[in-house]
């Protein structure tokens, strides 16, 4: 209960900032919608049928990426790093009787839940307005199954920004590392284009990379275009490298807790 | 039996040293040269329960680290703390539930949320039972008189309020320990009293523990009977502030204004002019001589008024970091 009440006093936060919310929803919409564009094109020169994907399929794809982008990928790296590490912020976090871990977990969940429900209902009227099919799944078990491998994708996410913004307690200068891995999240989760359209090589490898387990396969998942064994894999995979990241955030913070300076403190 | 204890306490960084300019930052590129910088080296001290003690020294002297290694910010480099029986940087919920530290430069309010908000959050991490919460609350925002604002938006706030506010933030939990870094800094005269009392009834109150670091004399000298004084890392003076100033202020000042001209030769016997512009003379004496220097000047001159004061606290502080800065380095 306790870390229950600590997530609505951060989520009755983000309702305060709600202006902030809906800028960085649109924002989020912004590129899969882009990329949509794009594809609307190429089918429309290609035929009806490209890597075994529908037009509706990558259009429900792009759609559906739009908001797990919001649900799912964390934006907690750069203050991790910058206000906390660099400026002195986590002082405040490391002297109070509550993980840091859980703390930001639950703040940036209620970000994520919010922007999230805000991207539904932009794509509900964009989906009305032209008149766009989106495929769900249907069976109970299927959504119980997505909804967990979304609870899941959140986690690995957050553990992996987390990370990320960890590597402040030894860079000088976060900025680089942090925009090297924007560029593998966004071709390797899938938002540049479905994994599936990769050369099998590549496909392969992004397979067993964190990535494809954030925003692609939960996307698939709640296409209904996973079989349960396939789900179950999925689910599993993440799992794994939860596990890992685990830890890695474990071992990182116990080293760099202690190079902590709390400078402009 | 103290409940703070410092045995050796020192604490090291390893500072990246360049050298100016494209040359200098090709050989940083190349070879990079560290030094290490003492900020705290080999300081013992312990602290008894409900005791108020003012850490002064000038900037980069290494008050804020001692009390970020005692509140279990940093880790020691080398040393033996201990604060409640516990070792701060294990940062053990029990002990943390104990403490507070508050830092006049940084706070931990939400910005855009009413200062009520945050407490709510702290409510819920210190695990503060709601009867509890609605009574400290109501006492502290009665003694720092901010009942009205307390769901006013925290930018909205001046910095005196927001100061009272991080005050409240941090006491919530009732704390035994409590430390203040510059807690008063940036507030002005009529703030800074206010804060300096409030503190003052807190730990009468609450018999809590203070250790407080600030640059403003005022504070110290309301609060701390006790004073460690700290420059280059080392401990210059760990005792009781009238002492520190007897031992190294052992002057009084008389100050005069005079009803008319007095022939600034004829000043000279009663002791060391610090400055005399017609109708003021200040006048240094030793502490022993004063009454019998002030008695002697109004026998013998036209004095219209005279006053008898101790020498401001910061230029005793001030002498005593000179005097001892050669001997420290």
């Known amino acids: 209960m306790r870390y229950f009440r600590i997530f609505l006093i951060h989520l009755h936060r983000v309702i305060e900032n709600r202006s902030r919310s809906i800028v960085w929803t649109l924002l989020a919409l912004f590129n899969p919608l882009i990329y949509l564009c794009y594809w609307l094109a190429v089918y429309k020169s290609s035929g009806s049928m490209i890597g075994g994907w529908s037009l509706s399929e990558v259009t429900s794809y792009y759609l559906l990426l739009s908001v797990a982008g919001s649900f799912l990928i964390a934006h907690i790296d750069e203050s991790v790093a910058i206000e906390d590490i660099y400026e002195g912020g986590l002082v405040k976090y490391v002297i109070r009787p509550f993980s840091y871990f859980w703390d930001l977990f639950f703040g940036e969940l209620s970000w994520r839940i919010f922007q999230g429900l805000i991207g539904i209902g932009i794509l509900f009227i964009i989906g009305i307005s032209f008149q766009l099919l989106i495929s769900f799944v249907s069976s109970p078990l299927h959504i119980f199954m997505t909804f967990i491998s979304f609870l899941l994708a959140y986690t690995l996410s957050f553990l992996f920004k987390m990370i990320l913004g960890f590597s402040a307690f030894w860079l000088t200068e976060f900025r680089g590392i942090q925009s090297s891995a924007e560029i593998i999240l966004l071709i390797f989760a899938g938002f540049i284009v479905p994994l599936q359209f990769l050369p099998t090589q590549i496909k392969e490898i992004s397979f067993l990379l964190p990535f494809a387990y954030m925003v692609y396969f939960p996307i698939l998942a709640i296409q209904g275009r996973l079989e349960y064994v396939e789900l179950l894999g999925v689910l599993g995979m993440q799992i794994l490298w939860i596990g890992f990241f685990a830890c890695v955030y474990r071992l990182m913070w116990n080293r760099g807790i202690k190079l902590f300076t709390g400078v402009g403190q | ?329």
């Not at chain 2, 090709?26 to 290490?36: D, G, M, Q």
């Not at chain 2, 250790?211 to 401990?235: P, Q, W």
């Not at chain 2, 000047?297 to 005793?316: A, F, G, M, Y």
Request: proline fraction near 5%.
């Open chain 2, 1 to 329: 039996m103290p409940i703070i204890s410092v045995d050796h306490l020192s604490k090291h960084y390893q500072v990246h040293k360049k050298e100016p300019g494209f040359i200098g930052s090709l050989k940083s590129l190349v070879a990079r040269k560290y030094e290490t910088v003492k900020a705290v080296d080999d300081i013992s001290f312990s602290i008894e329960e409900g005791e108020v003690i003012g850490f002064i020294g000038p900037n980069g002297a290494g008050k804020t680290t001692t009390l970020k290694c005692l509140s279990g910010l940093l880790y020691p480099t080398k040393g033996k703390l201990s604060v409640m029986d516990f070792t701060p940087f294990d940062r053990k919920h029990p002990f943390l539930r104990q403490i507070s530290l508050v830092m006049g430069q940084k706070n931990q309010l939400w910005w855009d949320l009413p200062a009520m908000d945050t407490f709510l959050l702290n409510k819920e991490i210190y695990q503060i039972p709601t009867k509890r919460f609605s009574d400290v609350v109501d006492d502290l925002s009665v003694r720092l008189s901010v009942q009205d604002i307390l769901h006013v938006p925290v930018r909205k706030l001046s910095l005196g309020q927001r100061m009272k506010m991080e005050l409240i933030a941090a006491l919530l939990h009732s704390p035994k320990v409590l430390f203040l870094d510059e807690p008063t800094i940036g507030l002005d005269v009529v703030m800074q009293k206010t804060i300096r009392e409030f503190l003052k009834e807190y730990n009468e109150a609450y018999n809590a523990t203070i250790i407080l670091t600030s640059h403003y004399m005022g504070d110290v000298e309301a609060l701390c009977k006790r004073v460690v004084v700290i420059n280059f890392g080392h401990i210059l003076y760990d005792g009781l502030l009238s002492d520190l100033v007897k031992e190294h202020a052992p002057y009084k000042i008389i100050k005069v204004i005079f009803s008319e001209v007095v022939e600034e030769k004829k000043l000279n016997e009663y002791g060391e002019t610090k400055s005399y512009v017609f109708p003021e003379w200040e006048v240094r004496v030793k502490h022993k001589d004063a009454n019998d220097a002030a008695s002697s000047i109004l026998k013998h001159l036209p004095v219209e008024d005279i006053t008898i004061e101790n020498p401001q606290i910061e230029d005793v502080i001030a002498g005593f970091f000179v005097a001892n800065k050669k001997e420290v380095k």
